[in-house]
C-alpha cells in the first residue's frame, strides 16, 4: 500500500512539511502530489524527467515514514 499524498489533510500536509526537511524539489513536488498531480503531470511541470520524479517520490516517501 504507497502513500498518497493527495489524501492527507491539511494539517497533516502542514506537519510534513514543517517536519520532514524536504529539499526545494522534494517540497515542490510534495506539494503538486498533494494537489492530485499524477507522476508524469509533476515530471512536465517540473521539466524533469520521470525517472527524476519517482526518485523524489521515493526520497518524500523515506522522509514521510520517518516523521511518523
Do not use: W
Not at 21 to 47: P, Q
Amino acid at each position: 500500500m504507497g502513500i498518497k499524498i493527495y489524501d492527507f489533510t491539511k494539517p497533516e500536509l502542514d506537519f510534513f512539511r514543517e517536519q520532514c526537511n524536504f529539499l526545494e524539489d522534494e517540497l515542490e513536488y510534495f506539494n503538486l502530489r498533494s494537489r492530485g498531480a499524477s507522476n508524469v503531470e509533476i515530471a512536465l511541470k517540473m521539466h524533469v524527467s520521470e525517472a527524476k520524479v519517482s526518485k523524489l517520490a521515493r526520497k518524500v516517501k523515506d522522509k514521510i515514514i520517518r516523521v511518523v
